[in-house]
Each structure stands twice: as C-alpha cells, then as structure tokens.
Nanobody
Framework: QVQLVESGGGLVEAGGSLRLSCVASGRDFSFNTMAWYRQAPGKQRELVATITSSGSTAYVDSVKGRFTISRDSAKNTLYLQMNSLKPEDTAVYYC?????????WGQGTQVTVSS
C-alpha cells in the first residue's frame, strides 16, 4: 500500500524556519518528479515546489529564494526547507507526485506563521 506521511510542521514566528519531511512508502519513488503542495484555509491547494528524479527544482514565485526542496531517494524521503517564513505561508503542507494521477493524499503537516 502506497503511503505518504508528512511531518515537521509547527508554529513559528515570522522570519523563522522549518524543515518538512515526507516519507513515501509502498513503492520506489526515485524515478518520479515529486512535489510539495499547500492548502490555506478557504483556498485551493497550490503547488509550491517540485523536484525531478535528477534533482532539478522549480518553485512558485511566492517562495523563490526562501524555500528549498530536496530529496533522498535512498530513503524515499522528500524535504522542504522553509526560511524567512511569512504569515501568508500558513497552510497545511502535503507531498505528492507532480502529475496526475496523484497518490492518495497524506494527512499533511500544519505550518502556522505568526506575525
């Protein structure tokens, strides 16, 4: 059974940092382009960052220069280093594959940034 488990969220003041992790189990994801998504209250889920199997990365404009996506394929784990956090980064963060069909979504990890 394929499972995605996110962790590392929390409450942080503006300007602070967090590192999110996503452990993928049930199959080998080393050949997939993976991504972090987030969903703020009352808003649609949005794509935040992607990373290909070869390590190429891309980011939504709002997080460029502040967030860094990485992966450890040997551990089937995806990371998101978030620096200089802003209140508008407050959301539940999820990992998944980049393109349809998506895997079953995990529970996500809550990130709350206070001003």
């Amino acid at each position: 059974q394929v499972q995605l488990v996110e962790s590392g969220g929390g409450l942080v003041e503006a300007g602070g940092s967090l590192r999110l992790s996503c452990v993928a189990s049930g199959r080998d994801f080393s050949f997939n382009t993976m991504a972090w998504y987030r969903q703020a209250p009352g808003k649609q889920r949005e794509l935040v960052a992607t990373i290909t199997s070869s390590g190429s990365t891309a980011y939504v404009d709002s997080v460029k220069g502040r967030f860094t996506i990485s992966r450890d394929s040997a551990k089937n784990t995806l990371y998101l280093q978030m620096n200089s956090l802003k209140p508008e980064d407050t959301a539940v963060y999820y990992c998944n594959v980049r393109t349809f069909p998506y895997l079953d979504w995990g529970q996500g990890t809550q990130v709350t940034v206070s001003s």
